[in-house]
């Protein structure tokens, strides 16, 4: 098993940058691989960014591609979501999630394993 848990976000202006973190419990950490989702309110669960187990393959929904850069530090255990040039419609709360079957590039959350609780990040115009 895997305990997750997001920090990071908060209230920036558009154009601005945030980065979130999503540390992980266990000694496991590597073998998963892991992703960024995101929520806004009357709005299904959304993919933002996957990466693999080695972190060399990272994977980006359109929206966020060449703003977003997902990374991992299997060192320590954690997880992060650089967000430049945020939007407006960025604003939402975002999930941290892993999986462990060891495929990369997850796109569903519903084949996502572990989550944690989320971080409300606001984005104003």
């Not at 892991?34 to 359109?62: H, M, N």
């Not at 992060?80 to 569903?108: F, H, W």
Request: glycine residues 12%.
């Amino acid at each position: 098993q895997v305990q997750l848990v997001e920090s990071g976000g908060g209230l920036v202006q558009a154009g601005g940058s945030l980065r979130l973190s999503c540390a992980a419990s266990g000694r496991t950490f590597s073998r998963y691989s892991l992703g960024w989702f995101r929520q806004a309110p009357g709005k299904e669960r959304e993919f933002v960014a996957a990466i693999s187990l080695s972190g060399r393959s990272t994977f980006y929904a359109d929206s966020v591609k060449g703003r977003f850069t997902i990374s991992r530090d299997n060192a320590k255990n954690t997880m992060y979501l650089q967000m430049n040039s945020l939007k407006p419609e960025d604003t939402a709360v975002y999930y941290c999630a892993a999986d462990g079957t060891g495929y990369s590039g997850i796109r569903r959350p519903d084949e996502y394993d572990y989550w944690g609780q989320g971080t409300q990040v606001t984005v104003s115009s």
